[in-house]
Structure formats: structure tokens, C-alpha cells
């Protein structure tokens, strides 16, 4: 089983990334999956999460910025990323969880590394 995330980077305010989580080693299509994010010193948070009839969550720190979406053809998750803010700097990591996200990140089944995510003011 593998989850691997990529796209991060250093971007100013006001920019935009897109974030891909590429699965592999279990039936993607059954999964739900979830987007994470931990700043320096602060918990792991839940950023968005999408379900196996694509409904969304996404966090009200990040409601109307950021967009997840998945596509089982490429067994590949989304975030994009718009209008970055320094405050959403921080190391981004995708969840996989059998059926469904969870706003709990104890609920998940395969985590993979992350992804820096590096806004500059």
C-alpha cells in the first residue's frame, strides 16, 4: 500500500498549488480520502475530505480557497490550492479510510508522507 503526495512548494500569497495523492496497493474506488495539514508546533487538521460519491468536506479555515476532488480512473486524489494565505503553511499529507473521510485523523487506514507547503507573505 502507498499513498504518495507531491505538488507542494514555496508560493507567495495570493498564489495556488495543486496537491496530487497517488494510490496504489488497495481498491482506491472504496476508499474514502482525506487531506491533512500540520503547521510548526500545531495538531494535525483536517483540510478537506471526499467520499466514494465525491461529497466534499472542506474546513472552514479553508472554505472557498481550496477544492478537493478525486478521480478513480488514475486511482489519484486532489486539493487545489487557491488564493494561499501564510497561514496555510504547514506539512500536507492524504488519508485513505475504508468508504468514507473522517474529521478524525485516528480513523484512517493508509497515510502517506507529505508535502511541504511553503507560503511566503
Known amino acids: 500500500v502507498q499513498l504518495q503526495a507531491s505538488g507542494g512548494g514555496l508560493v507567495q500569497a495570493g498564489g495556488s498549488l495543486r496537491l496530487s495523492c497517488a494510490a496504489s496497493g488497495f481498491i482506491f474506488s472504496d476508499y474514502g480520502m482525506g487531506w491533512f495539514r500540520q503547521a510548526p508546533g500545531k495538531e494535525r487538521e483536517i483540510v478537506a475530505g471526499?467520499?466514494?460519491?465525491?461529497?466534499?468536506y472542506i474546513g472552514d479555515s479553508v472554505r472557498g480557497r481550496f477544492t478537493i476532488s478525486r478521480d478513480n480512473a488514475k486511482n489519484t486524489a486532489y486539493l487545489q490550492m487557491d488564493s494561499l494565505k501564510p497561514e496555510d503553511t504547514g506539512v500536507y499529507y492524504c488519508?485513505?479510510?475504508?468508504?468514507?473521510?473522517?474529521?478524525?485523523?485516528?480513523?484512517?487506514?493508509?497515510w502517506g508522507r507529505g508535502t511541504l507547503v511553503t507560503v511566503s507573505s
Open positions: 488519508a485513505a479510510r475504508r468508504f468514507t473521510y473522517s474529521m478524525d485523523p485516528m480513523n484512517y487506514n493508509y
Open positions: 471526499i467520499d466514494l460519491i465525491h461529497s466534499t
